[in-house]
C-alpha cells in the first residue's frame, strides 16, 4: 500500500455557495461530504441554526449547537451581510466564481437585493442557481410562515401515522421527529442541482432551479396518493405499521426486554412460510402446534391467522430479547427487525464493517467526536466528512484575503462596518 | 418535446423492483434518461400484488395503480435473465447503456454473473449502483428489508410517538420513498462523476444504513453528550417538549409551545390543524387571532417557560378555539396574521383541496392504456431550462419488447419471434396479452 493522497469525491472541484437555514443546510451536507467545496455564508454573528440545541455538554453557545454541527460538516463558512452594498458586492464576485448557489430566502428577497439569477447568470452563465423554500416561487401559500411539523401535517405524513385505537385511544395524528421535511426538501433539491449539472457538463449552461418543500413531501407518502386518485379510498392510522383502509394484522410485538420487534408475517403466510416459521419458533421449542402438518393446507393456515400471529408469534417474541428475535429470524430468511433506539446502532457491527461511523476532529476543543457516516459506498470515489462545520466567519481570511485579494486592512473596515 | 433532457441521451438498464428501486428511475426518466425495465411475469414484485387497482377493473400485470404512478417514464422489456440467451440480451443492453441499477438482495446480480467486475468488461465506464437492504459489504449483507423493517432497525420507528407509549412508526415505507430518493441521488452523482473524469463506479446503497444518518443530531447527543433517546418524555408525539420531563431539545427545531396538532370543526378523522408559535411575538399574533381571550392573556401564558410548563392547560385551550373554525379556515386566518398553521391533510385533501398543489400542477391527469385518465404525481422541482416531466405513462409488461429487441440492440423480427416460442421473452406456458400478439405479426 502506498500513502498516495486520498481519492478525491465524486464531486470534487465543484464550488457551491450555501445561503441556507434549517430547511436547506442538509442538501449543503450532502454536497460537502461528496467532495464539494461548499462556502457556506451567515450573516454576521451566525446562522440563527446555531442557537437551536442540544448543546456541548448542555451549554448553549453558538459553536456548540449539535444540530448545526451535524448539518453543516465539510464546509467553509464566511459571514457576510448582504443587506449592505460592499456585501452584494463580495458576493457577486464570488458567484462569479461558483458552480452552484444554493439558497433558502423568503421569495423575491434576493431579487429585492438585485442579485437573482438573470443578473447573476449575465457574469457566470454557467452558475446553477437552487432556491429550496417551503412552498416554491409562486403560488397562494408562497409566503406562508411554515415549520418541520407544518410540512408533515400539509405533506400528509400525519394522515398516515399514529396510533391504533386499542393503544392509545383519541391520539392525535402523529408527525415522526428528526427534522425529516426539511430532510424530504433537501434530497429532492440534491437531486434536481445533480441533474443541472449533469446537463451543464453536456451543455456548458446552467439554469435556475425552483424547489417546493411543500411537495416533495406531498411526494414522501408510498401509495396513499394512489390509493386515493384509484381507488377513493382514504387510508387509516396504525401503529407502527402500514395506513391501510381497514384494518390489517399487527407487526409490532413486546419482547422479552420491553422493546418492539417488527415482524412482518401477516399476508405471507402460505405453506412455505408457516414450515420455516415453525422451524424458527421450533429451535427455541415455542412452536406449539404449528409443526402441525394440517398448517400445510393454506385453508387451514387461512382459518388460523389471528392464531399463527397473536399467539404464537406474539409468544416467541415475548420470550425473547428483541436483538435476539431480530437476527435468528434473518438468519433464516425473514424480513424482521428490531425496533431500536438510534443509539443501538452504535454497537452494530455491521456499520462497523462497512466502516460508518466516523471520528471528526474538533482541533479547537482538542477533542474528536464520532459522527454518522454514509448512506452509500461509492467506491470509485468516496464519501468523507473532510471538515467539523466552521465556526463563524472562521474562513473569511482564507476566502476574501487569499481568495479574492482583499487586503487586511479592507477586511478589517469591513468587519467594523458589520459587511463581515 | 421542444426543451432539452437533463439527461437527454442517458440509458438506463433497470433491474429494479417492488418499490424503492423503481421510485429512483422514475425520477430519472423525468429528467429525460431512458429506462428500460428489466421484467419477468413469472417473477414480478411490483405490478402484483394490487391494492390499488381500480374498483372496476380485473387485478393483473397491468392495473396496479401504484405501479403506474411509480414507473411513468419508463420503457418495458420482457425477458428471463435467468437463461442463457436472456442473460446474453441483457449484456448488449448494458454495453450500450450508462448506469445499471437494481434492488435484490446482495449477491443475486453476481449469481447472475453481472457482479461489477463482469459489467465494467461490457461497458468500461458503467456507473452501477446496488440498493440492496443491507448493501454489499458488511456481515449482515445477506439480511433483507422493507420499508417497515428498515426504518424499525434504523432508529426511525423509534422517533415517532408518544412518552410510555410503544413506537408509534411511521405509517407508510418511508424508507421505500427515501431509498429511491437515494438511489436516484447515488445515479446522478456517479453520472456527473464519470462525465467529469471519464471513470464509472459501482455505488453500494443500503437501504438500512442510508436511514441511520437521517437521527444525526439525535446520535451525537449520544456520542458527543452521552444522552440516547431511551428516555423520559420522549417521544413527546407532536409537542417539542413533554410537560413534566426534563427540558432538552428534542430534535425538530426550537424548544417551544404552542407546538400541536388541534383538532378543528367537524371533527372528523382528518379534521386537525397544526400551530406553532416560534417565539413571545408569534404567541402574541395567535392570542389576537383568537381575539385576546382572558385565559391567552394570563401571565402565565406571556413567556416560553410559561407554556412550555403549562403545556396541557394551552393545548386544551387552544383546541377548544380551534374546533369553532375549518381546518383551511383556521390555516388562512393564522397565516394571514403571520401566525405558523398548517392543516393536515390526507391524500384526498392534497388532491382535491390543496390550493398551493392545485396552482403548482402537482397532480396531472395522463392517460393509461390499461387503467384510463388518472392524476399522475409531478415533480417538486423546476428547472429552467431542463424541466422535469412526465411523459410516458407506466409500461404495460413487456410492451417495448420488440422496440428494444428490434430497434435498439438490432435482431431480426424473425429472432424476435423465435425468442418469444423458445420462452426468453414471455413463459411460453403464459398467456399473451393482446399487444404482445401483435407485436409477433
Redesign the interface.
Known amino acids: 500500500m502506498s500513502d498516495a493522497q486520498p481519492l478525491p469525491g465524486p464531486l470534487a472541484g465543484l464550488r457551491v455557495l450555501e445561503l441556507a437555514d434549517e430547511t436547506g443546510q442538509f442538501c449543503g451536507k450532502l454536497l460537502g461530504d461528496l467532495g464539494a467545496d461548499v462556502v457556506k455564508i451567515e450573516p454576521p454573528g451566525g446562522e440563527r441554526n446555531r442557537q437551536v440545541g442540544p448543546f456541548l455538554d448542555d451549554i448553549p453557545h453558538p459553536e456548540r449547537s449539535l444540530s448545526f454541527w451535524y448539518y453543516n460538516t465539510s464546509k467553509r463558512g464566511i459571514t457576510l451581510n448582504l443587506e449592505t452594498a460592499d456585501g452584494r458586492q463580495l458576493f457577486r464576485r464570488l458567484a462569479a466564481t461558483a458552480d452552484v448557489i444554493l439558497e433558502t430566502f423568503r421569495p423575491g428577497f434576493l431579487a429585492s437585493l438585485g442579485l437573482d439569477y438573470e443578473s447573476l447568470r449575465k457574469q457566470n452563465a454557467r452558475l446553477i442557481m437552487c432556491a429550496l423554500t417551503p412552498f416554491g416561487q409562486t403560488g397562494p401559500w408562497r409566503d406562508y410562515a411554515s415549520s418541520d411539523l407544518l410540512h408533515m401535517a400539509a405533506g400528509g405524513e400525519m394522515a398516515s401515522s399514529v396510533y391504533d385505537e386499542a393503544d392509545v385511544p383519541n391520539a392525535p395524528p402523529i408527525a415522526p421527529g428528526g427534522g425529516n421535511a426539511w430532510h424530504m426538501g433537501c434530497h429532492f433539491a440534491y437531486m434536481a442541482i445533480m441533474a443541472a449539472l449533469v446537463y451543464r457538463s453536456v451543455a456548458g449552461q446552467g439554469q435556475y432551479i425552483d424547489v417546493s418543500i411543500h411537495e416533495a413531501c406531498a411526494l414522501t407518502t408510498e401509495a396513499a396518493i394512489a390509493n386515493y386518485i384509484y381507488r377513493g379510498e382514504v387510508l387509516r392510522r396504525q401503529t407502527g405499521r402500514h395506513h391501510a383502509a381497514g384494518p390489517t394484522p399487527r407487526t409490532q410485538f413486546r419482547a422479552k426486554d420491553g422493546t418492539y420487534v417488527c415482524a412482518l408475517v401477516a399476508g405471507r403466510l402460505n405453506p412455505k412460510y408457516v414450515k420455516d416459521l415453525a422451524d424458527l419458533l421450533d429451535s427455541y421449542g415455542m412452536a406449539g402446534d404449528l409443526k402441525d402438518p394440517k398448517y400445510q393446507d393454506p385453508a387451514v393456515i387461512a382459518a388460523n391467522t389471528s392464531h399463527i400471529i397473536d399467539d404464537l408469534v406474539a409468544n416467541f417474541i415475548a420470550g425473547l430479547p428483541a436483538e435476539e428475535v431480530y437476527h435468528a429470524a434473518q438468519e433464516r430468511g425473514f424480513t424482521w427487525g428490531a425496533v431500536r433506539a438510534p443509539e443501538a446502532l452504535l454497537d452494530d457491527p455491521h456499520l462497523h464493517d462497512r466502516g460508518f461511523w466516523k471520528e471528526v476532529e474538533h482541533p479547537e476543543l482538542g477533542r474528536n467526536f464520532i459522527y454518522p457516516g454514509e448512506a452509500a459506498i461509492y467506491n470509485g470515489a468516496p464519501w468523507r466528512i473532510s471538515r467539523r462545520a466552521p465556526l463563524i466567519g472562521e474562513h473569511n481570511t482564507e476566502i476574501f484575503c487569499v481568495e479574492l485579494g482583499l487586503s487586511r486592512g479592507e477586511l478589517s473596515v469591513l468587519a467594523e462596518n458589520r459587511v463581515i | 418535446m421542444s426543451r ?5 441521451n ?1 440509458r438506463v438498464v433497470d433491474f429494479s423492483w417492488v ?1 424503492a428501486g423503481p421510485w429512483a428511475t422514475r ?1 430519472l426518466g423525468a ?1 429525460g434518461a431512458e429506462i428500460i425495465k428489466i421484467e419477468w411475469p413469472e417473477n414480478e414484485r411490483g405490478r402484483l400484488p394490487s ?5 372496476k377493473l380485473e387485478v393483473n400485470l397491468n392495473t396496479s ?2 405501479f ?2 411509480t414507473n411513468v417514464n419508463k420503457k418495458s422489456l420482457s425477458l428471463n435473465v435467468r437463461s442463457a440467451k436472456g442473460l446474453e440480451i441483457a449484456k448488449r443492453l448494458i454495453g450500450i447503456s450508462d448506469i445499471v441499477i437494481e434492488n435484490f438482495s446482495s449477491r443475486v446480480l453476481q449469481n447472475w454473473g453481472l457482479g ?1 467486475e463482469e459489467l465494467c468488461k461490457i461497458k468500461y465506464d458503467i456507473v452501477y ?1 446496488s440498493m440492496s437492504g ?2 454489499h ?5 445477506h ?20 412518552p410510555d ?10 424508507m ?3 431509498g429511491g ?2 438511489g ?3 445515479a ?6 464519470r ?3 471519464g ?8 437501504q438500512m ?2 436511514s ?14 452521552g ?4 428516555r423520559a418524555g420522549y ?4 409537542r417539542a417538549h413533554w410537560p413534566g420531563t426534563p427540558l ?8 417551544v409551545a404552542p ?3 388541534y ?1 378543528t370543526h367537524p371533527g372528523e ?2 379534521d ?3 400551530i ?1 408559535c ?1 417565539s413571545d411575538e408569534e404567541w402574541q399574533r395567535l392570542v389576537q387571532v383568537m381575539g385576546a381571550p382572558s385565559w391567552a392573556t394570563s401571565p402565565k401564558f406571556a413567556s416560553v417557560a410559561g407554556r412550555l410548563q403549562h403545556q396541557g392547560e394551552l393545548d386544551e385551550q387552544i383546541e377548544a378555539w380551534s374546533m369553532t373554525f375549518g381546518k383551511y379556515e383556521l390555516t388562512e386566518r393564522c ?1 394571514a396574521a ?14 382535491e383541496r ?4 392545485c ?2 400542477e ?2 396531472l391527469p395522463m392517460e393509461h392504456p390499461a ?1 384510463g385518465l ?2 399522475v ?10 424541466p ?1 416531466s412526465n411523459h410516458l405513462p407506466s409500461p404495460l409488461i413487456g410492451q417495448h419488447t420488440r422496440e428494444i429487441i428490434e430497434g435498439l440492440l438490432g435482431y431480426s423480427h424473425e429472432e424476435l419471434r423465435a425468442g418469444f416460442a423458445d420462452g426468453t421473452f414471455w413463459p411460453t406456458k403464459r398467456a399473451r396479452f393482446a399487444y404482445l400478439e401483435e407485436m409477433l405479426q
Open positions: 432539452p433532457r437533463a439527461l437527454e442517458i418499490r425520477w429528467f391494492t390499488t387497482t381500480p374498483q395503480g401504484n403506474n404512478d461489477y449502483v443491507y448493501g459489504t458488511g456481515r449482515h449483507h439480511y433483507t428489508t422493507f420499508g417497515p423493517v428498515a426504518q424499525a432497525v434504523s432508529g426511525l420507528t423509534y422517533v415517532s410517538g408518544l407509549q410503544p413506537p408509534a412508526g411511521w405509517g407508510w415505507s418511508y421505500d420513498d427515501t430518493m437515494y436516484a441521488m447515488c446522478l452523482t456517479g453520472l456527473y462523476h462525465n467529469m473524469t471513470q464509472g463506479q459501482h455505488i453500494d446503497l443500503s444504513v442510508a441511520v444518518p437521517l437521527n444525526g443530531p439525535a446520535l451525537l447527543d449520544f456520542t458527543v453528550n444522552r440516547g433517546l431511551r417521544p413527546p408525539g407532536n432538552v431539545n428534542n430534535y425538530r427545531g426550537p424548544t407546538h400541536n396538532a383538532r378523522y382528518n386537525w390543524c397544526v406553532v416560534y397565516q403571520g401566525v405558523r398553521a398548517l392543516p393536515v391533510q390526507s391524500a384526498e385533501d392534497r388532491v390543496d390550493p398551493q398543489l396552482h403548482r402537482m397532480y387503467l388518472h392524476k404525481q409531478n415533480a417538486p422541482f423546476r428547472l429552467s431550462e431542463t422535469a
